[in-house]
């Protein structure tokens, strides 16, 4: 049975993830920042965790692990004049060093297990120019940069890829698809005319984990409707 870690498990995207791939006979690890595991999970499969706040611990983890996955980012879409240096510093410490923190914690683990997986997410807007996006783009490109580099230093024992949505229906989003008039406008922005699902996301992530994916590492695949293309 394998062993996966998902970091920001309680919700959207990670979520999701966590529920197929328990259904799936995958043994799940998560955390989130409330003090409780969601339904379906017990305490000894769950810890409270703060990405920028709280010491990562790797207590509850088992000896070996087959797969990481970081979920935390942030949506905060702002002209560029309006955004502070120090905005740009908490959004990399958010996405890039609490993927390094859980990595380097998680590492003995995970070259404890075999052909292991790690699965990072970033955004369409990394590599595609995007109005009002400097901010999460500048975090998330030196977050796909980590993706290539650990690929390469980590084969050929473990794997490690970048998935990059479009707006995705969760929690994060909300905000953006508020109303039916800004969910249909940003679903028209794309060729397929809809807006990405967190099982979209699941899907591919799960697919990342498998042996399924077993000659897939370094890449940065893009799952977003097509627009990014």
Known sequence: MKHILIIGGTSGIGLQLATQMQAANYT????????????????????????LDTDFTTDFLPETLHGIVYCPGSISL?????IKPEDFVADFNLNVVGAIKIIQACLPKLKAGANGSIVLFSTVAAQLGLNFHTQVATSKGALEGLSKALAAELAPNIRVNCIAPSLTNTPLAAQLLSTPEKTEANALRHPLKKIGTPA???????FLLSDKSAWITGQVIHADGGLST
Do not use: C
């Not at 702002?78 to 309006?82: H, L, N, S, V, Y």
């Open 78 to 82: 702002k002209p560029f004049a309006r």
């Open 28 to 51: 799940i690890y998560l955390t989130g920042r409330g003090p409780q595991p969601p339904a379906g999970f017990n305490p000894s499969q769950y810890q409270t965790y703060n990405t």
């Open 200 to 206: 979209d996301m699941a899907n591919l992530a799960e």
